[in-house]
Nanobody, 118 residues
Framework: QVQLVESGGGSVQAGGSLRLSCAASGSIFSINNMAWYRQAPGKQREFVALITTGGITNYADSVKGRFIISRDNAKNTMYLQMNSLKPEDTAVYYC????????????WGQGTQVNVSS
C-alpha cells in the first residue's frame, strides 16, 4: 500500500505563485510515474503534469510555461511549482502515483485546495 499526502495549497492573487508538495510513503518501487491532477467545482478531474522516475515530464497545454513539476526520488516527494497563476487554476489538486508490479497500481492523495482570485 502507498500513502500520498499533499501540502502547499492556499489562496493567492492572480499572477502569484504557489508550490505544492506530495510526500509518498509505503510500498514504493523504484520505477513509477507521479502526476498532478486537478478538479474544479462542477468539472471533471483533469491531468496537469506528470514526471517519471527518470525525470521525463509532460504537461497539460493549459499550464505549459507556467508550472514546473519535479521530484526528489531519495525523499519520495514530488513538487509542483505554479507561477503566473490564473483564476481558472482554482481547483483541488491531487497527487497520483502509478507503479507496475505485475499489475498496475494507482494511488491518489486526499487533495489540496488552490484558490486564485482576480
Amino acid at each position: 500500500q502507498v500513502q500520498l499526502v499533499e501540502s502547499g495549497g492556499g489562496s493567492v492573487q492572480a499572477g502569484g505563485s504557489l508550490r505544492l508538495s506530495c510526500a509518498a510513503s509505503g510500498s514504493i518501487f523504484s520505477i513509477n510515474n507521479m502526476a498532478w491532477y486537478r478538479q474544479a467545482p462542477g468539472k471533471q478531474r483533469e491531468f496537469v503534469a506528470l514526471i517519471t522516475t527518470g525525470g521525463i515530464t509532460n504537461y497539460a497545454d493549459s499550464v505549459k510555461g507556467r508550472f514546473i513539476i519535479s521530484r526528489d526520488n531519495a525523499k519520495n516527494t514530488m513538487y509542483l511549482q505554479m507561477n503566473s497563476l490564473k483564476p481558472e487554476d482554482t481547483a483541488v489538486y491531487y497527487c497520483n502515483l502509478v507503479q507496475v508490479v505485475g499489475s498496475v497500481y494507482n494511488y491518489w492523495g486526499q487533495g489540496t485546495q488552490v484558490n486564485v482570485s482576480s
